[in-house]
Nanobody, 127 residues
Framework: QVQLVESGGGLVQPGGSLRLSCAAS????????IGWFRQAPGKEREGISC????????YIPDSVKGRFTISRDNAKNTVYLQMNSLKPEDAAVYYC????????????????????WGQGTQVTVSS
């Protein structure tokens, strides 16, 4: 049974940093693509980073490039999202998700369809 548990969310001031963790169980991380998605109230869900856990290939969209970094530790079955220079518009519920690789990483990250999902963790950016 695929299970994903996010942690590390919370309240941070603008310009601050957070590191989110996604602990995976029930499957071998190295065979899957892991993505981080976010959804703010009234907005569509957005894929903000994806990683091919087999070889570490990553995709980061322009909206967060240079500020967000995704990484994985296959031995710990955990994927991380390091978020720096946070802005109020980054506030959202952040979800990690898993999917077997099917197509280009950018395409998978943009779709969000057919993934296994975690329960989400809230990130609030406010002074």
């Amino acid at each position: 049974q695929v299970q994903l548990v996010e942690s590390g969310g919370g309240l941070v001031q603008p310009g601050g940093s957070l590191r989110l963790s996604c602990a995976a169980s029930g499957f071998r991380l190295g065979y899957y693509v892991i993505g981080w998605f976010r959804q703010a109230p009234g907005k569509e869900r957005e894929g903000i980073s994806c990683i091919m856990t087999s070889d570490g290939t990553t995709y980061i969209p322009d909206s967060v490039k240079g500020r967000f970094t995704i990484s994985r530790d296959n031995a710990k079955n955990t994927v991380y999202l390091q978020m720096n220079s946070l802005k109020p518009e980054d506030a959202a519920v952040y979800y990690c998700a898993a999917h077997l690789p099917t197509t280009a990483l950018q395409t998978m990250c943009a779709s969000g369809v057919g993934w296994y999902w975690g329960q989400g963790t809230q990130v609030t950016v406010s002074s």
